[in-house]
């Protein structure tokens, strides 16, 4: 397929159905007395965070066998490698497992696909409420709610009153402290996951300042939804967030905002 012909909206509905299978693998196992491993990186890694990431990968591999796929479970791909591939898949196939083993719900599983560096198809469930954020470039963004059925979402102007900030729930630093301190008046929302993106692009918070370490496939999922809703995910210097342009699979340091007419770089410490 040329470049020019491909459209990857034709993959939105089986990568939605993709990421509801990998949610009800993670259910299956949410609900049991399961054991949490610690990674190299001393990160936490469960039952769930594996058979979500073989569904996952199982499904892309039969929808686009010509199409690398990149998951955190598996990331172990040189850059040498990586740096050739213009199109691929990255998944995080259980996105917030400290907030998983917690088990407040607040866990998602991404799925992201990445054309020249950007973001042109993401979609991110949330397996608990079985609530499905999804976009694709240039098809706009749409937030599933069961029993209420699917709605166009959208980024909100910034108004008159406390500016609505999202946060994580398990990092917090002394460098986003300093950005709400220079903010002024907020209201601090806290929350897991990429959630905290969604949550900006569907209006329901300004700004969330991300000033720790987060890694691509963290963000390239929700970072296709705020985009396809208006919205923006910089760097520090207000530019947009690149993926596999260097050896570290690492983010710099980010904010993701709804209203770019304010100058939000101007709080940071």
């Known amino acids: 397929m040329s470049q020019d012909s491909f459209d990857p909206c034709r993959f939105l509905q ?12 993670i259910l299956d196992i949410y609900d049991t007395d399961f054991a949490v491993q ?24 039969a929808l686009t066998p010509d199409i690398p796929v990149l998951s955190e479970e598996d990331a172990d791909i040189p850059f040498e490698e990586r740096r050739r591939w213009k199109r691929y898949w ?7 497992t400290k907030e998983f083993i917690k088990r407040n719900g607040e ?31 240039g098809g706009g963004a749409v937030k599933y709610v069961p029993g209420e059925g699917e709605h166009p979402i959208h980024v909100r102007a910034l108004g008159d009153g406390p500016v609505a900030v999202v946060g994580s729930r398990s990092h917090r630093g002394a460098s986003l402290d300093a950005f709400l301190d220079r903010l002024g008046e907020h209201e601090m929302v806290g929350m897991g996951s990429s959630l905290k993106i969604c949550l900006v692009a569907e209006g329901a918070a300004d700004i969330y300042p991300r000033l720790g370490p987060t890694s ?6 929700a970072h296709a939804v705020v985009e396809e809703a208006g919205g923006h995910l910089t760097d520090l210097s207000l530019q947009p967030l690149r993926y596999n342009t260097k050896e570290s699979l690492l983010n710099p340091h980010f904010l993701v905002f709804g209203d770019a007419t304010h100058d939000w770089s101007r709080y940071l410490p």
């Open 38 to 61: 610690a990674k190299d990186d001393k990160s936490p890694l469960t039952a769930a965070d594996m058979a979500s990431h073989d569904t996952i990968v199982a499904g892309l591999k």
């Open 216 to 221: 691509e496939w963290d963000t390239a999922a």
């Open 90 to 96: 990255l998944i995080d196939p259980l996105d917030g």
């Open 14 to 25: 089986p990568v939605r159905e993709l990421a509801r299978q990998a949610g009800k693998k």
């Open 107 to 137: 866990f998602t599983v991404n799925i992201a696909l990445i054309e020249n560096g950007e973001p042109v198809l993401g979609v991110v469930h949330v397996p608990v409420s079985g609530v499905t954020y999804a976009a694709c470039r």
